[in-house]
């Protein structure tokens, strides 16, 4: 047999950057009233200092928001105010670009105590690709506001790390009536949790596989193996489909005739959610402990198995 592998690319958006300095607070809660989605007129920012990610710390700035959108911004003698702009005072205050967070559970859960209140995780199973954060996304979660006046404007939602693949993230804003309005990518990112934290032996007497890191490393073996042979049978079907579907019926030899259509293979929706990210498509989140698990999950090869 060939020698076959898979290789993972990586995102390193869920990075953690302690220790935040909240400079603007009175600004955001300002802005959280606007609702800059359904913004109907011009909103002009004046005289706070501007920090800008291209045009550096701007003191006494003024900032023009039109359409949900920054339009213009600098020095009062730069920027024109549109006549029909409101016009907010925040002299004194800092502005700055709001911030993602790059793990959050918002919209999963609200009450941690109450579980009917919470869909992190499906830990019916460990292997689970083709759990779909959007699917369980709670726009009208009171702590989504909450977040979003103390300047987080945009977030990674993730299910719980108690499972090995727990599902697949997703990005929203903060901002929006409805959940359409509020994820901006539904699946944007697929955690893969190999810390330990994921084995099934908290107890004795509920001990079950995997139990082991061992364990949790052969399920994803198989997994990713299983996912690897399930597109290779939809190739086959869909080449053997092409070469039946081209062969004009009056050419066709004899024997070819008789022959019946190819059948499709079953879907299964948990191999074809690992597709796009064994093909390279979309990123994979890795949590792990120390160096040699990190780069042993990125190339793993079915000869090593």
């Avoid at 925040?90 to 959050?104: A, F, H, Q, R």
């Avoid at 929006?176 to 810390?195: C, W």
């Avoid at 995997?210 to 399920?219: F, L, V």
């Avoid at 290779?232 to 092409?242: F, S, T």
Wanted: hydrophobic share 35%.
């Amino acid at each position: 047999m060939g020698k076959t592998g898979f290789e993972f690319p990586v995102s390193s958006f869920r990075s953690w950057v302690p220790n935040f300095i909240w400079l603007a607070v009175p600004v955001c809660l300002v802005l959280g009233e606007i609702g800059m989605a359904q913004q109907s007129k011009p909103v002009v920012l004046k005289g706070g200092k501007l920090l800008t990610i291209s045009h550096g710390t701007i003191e006494n700035g003024v900032l023009v928001m039109e359409g949900g959108r920054i339009t213009s911004l600098g020095a009062p003698s730069s920027v024109t105010i549109p006549r029909d702009a409101r016009v907010i005072d925040v002299t004194g205050m800092t502005v700055y670009p709001g911030l993602i967070d790059s793990e959050t559970s918002l919209g999963l859960t609200e009450i941690s105590a109450e579980p009917s209140t919470n869909d992190q995780v499906e830990t019916s199973d460990e292997i689970m690709p083709h759990m779909h954060v959007y699917d369980a996304f709670h726009a009208e979660s009171e702590l989504i506001p909450v977040t979003r006046i103390n300047g987080v404007t945009n977030a990674i939602v993730a299910p719980d790390s108690r499972d090995t693949l727990p599902g697949q993230d997703s990005f929203i804003q903060l901002d929006g009536k409805s959940a359409q309005e509020m994820l901006l990518v539904r699946d944007i990112a697929m955690p893969l949790n190999f810390t330990g934290d994921q084995r099934r032996n908290q107890s004795w007497e509920k001990r079950k596989f995997p139990s082991t890191r061992m364990g949790m490393a052969a399920q994803l073996r198989q997994a990713f193996l299983d996912a690897q042979r399930y597109a290779q049978d939809w190739d086959d079907y869909d080449k053997k489909k092409a070469e039946t579907g081209n062969k004009p019926v009056g050419n066709k030899p004899a024997e070819d005739k008789d022959k019946k259509a190819p059948t499709a293979p079953k879907r299964d929706l948990k191999l074809e959610a690992l597709l796009p990210y064994l093909q390279g498509k979309k990123s994979i989140v890795l949590a792990a402990q120390g160096p040699s698990i990190w780069k042993q999950r990125f190339n793993w090869h079915a000869s090593s198995i």
